[in-house]
Each structure stands twice: as C-alpha cells, then as structure tokens.
C-alpha cells in the first residue's frame, strides 16, 4: 500500500507507508472483489509523527462498501456507484 502523487517534474513516485499488507477479497459468480484493505504502518513513518514505536503500532484499514453494493446488486462498473467528481 503506498501513496502515489506526481511530482513537480509531472512524473509519478511511489512512497510505501506500510510494511505489512492484508488483502480481503470476495468472488461473485466470476471474479474477485477486495472489499478490505488494511497494513501497519512502518516504524519511521510513525517516528517521524512523535510515535513511541517501542510501545504502539499502527494499523490503517479501508473498507468498500461500494464493493459489496456491487456485488450484491450485479453493478459491473463501481463509476455507477461513486458520485462524479
């Protein structure tokens, strides 16, 4: 799981932010779905924030329910489920 912004030159880079990552995924009647994310944020990344990494850890999860939505209801294209912007 990482963050990947463009950079001033209009390239891309890619900065990881965690050091362990979980996938939960779910098949419908042909592929799967992941539906939930989840890592622990790295040691040096926590440092940085004032995190005491001797006694704490971190873990980020994401849930999509626009997922499960589409499952459920057969939706093939997840822009049928998430407003535009």
Partial sequence: MGFSPESPSGGAFKIELVKRFWLLSVKDSENYNEILAGGEFRSDILQRC????????????????ERLAMIRYAIDDIRAVRPAQ
Avoid at 50 to 65: A, E, K, N, P, Y
């Fill in 50 to 65: 004032g995190i005491d990494t001797s006694r704490f850890s971190v873990v980020g999860l994401g849930l999509g329910l």
